[in-house]
């Protein structure tokens, strides 16, 4: 039998779509044929990044796949899935999220705040670095359509 590891995020500890049943770690889930990605069946991605757009939340789970598998570019769905393990994916997300924001710092003139909390990731100033970064973005639009009149 095939197995697959993938990744898979939720925002609760529980199964989505309606179901409410709590998700267990070594459990394994099964849904009857026919098996079709984001029609019917358990889903999960190779890549955690492709796993990430279809995120609703930060736990990230490690869930083996097996039985009868669909697979696409970014996402697999299996007639069969078990939660290996699961992580509060928070921090590395926005430690990711800071790393490429820091790649392209250098490409405008962002507020101070904004690039200590980048740089840092100090939560302390992490909804002050928030409120400057979309003040001056909005700033940077308004900018740029009073321009085109």
């Given at each position: 039998?095939?197995?697959?590891?993938?990744?898979?995020?939720?925002?609760?500890?529980?199964?989505?779509?309606?179901?409410?049943?709590?998700?267990?770690?070594?459990?394994?889930?099964?849904?009857?044929?026919?098996?079709?990605?984001?029609?019917?069946?358990?889903?999960?991605?190779?890549?955690p990044?492709?796993?990430?757009?279809?995120?609703?939340?930060?736990?990230?789970?490690?869930?083996?796949?097996?039985?009868?598998?669909?697979?696409q570019e970014?996402?697999?769905?299996?007639?069969?899935?078990?939660?290996?393990?699961?992580?509060?994916?928070?921090?590395?997300?926005?430690?990711?999220?800071?790393?490429?924001?820091?790649?392209?710092?250098?490409?405008?003139?962002?507020?101070?705040?904004?690039?200590?909390?980048?740089?840092?990731?100090?939560?302390?100033?992490?909804?002050?670095?928030?409120?400057?970064?979309?003040?001056?973005?909005?700033?940077?639009?308004?900018?740029?359509?009073?321009?085109?009149?």
């Open positions: 039998m095939t197995e697959i590891l993938t990744y898979w995020f939720a925002k609760e500890p529980k199964l989505p779509n309606g179901d409410g049943r709590p998700v267990i770690i070594g459990e394994t889930l099964k849904v009857e044929p026919p098996i079709k990605c984001c029609v019917r069946g358990l889903h999960g991605s190779i890549h990044f492709d796993a990430l757009q279809y995120a609703p939340g930060p736990l990230l789970y490690r869930t083996r796949h097996s039985g009868m598998i669909d697979r970014d996402k697999l769905c299996s007639s069969e899935r078990a939660a290996i393990a699961v992580i509060d994916a928070t921090a590395v997300l926005r430690l990711h999220a800071r790393k490429q924001a820091l790649s392209v710092l250098h490409m405008w003139t962002a507020p101070e705040v904004v690039k200590i909390y980048i740089e840092t990731g100090d939560e302390n100033i992490r909804d002050a670095a928030w409120a400057a970064a979309w003040a001056a973005a909005w700033e940077m639009f308004k900018e740029t359509v009073e321009a085109a009149f």
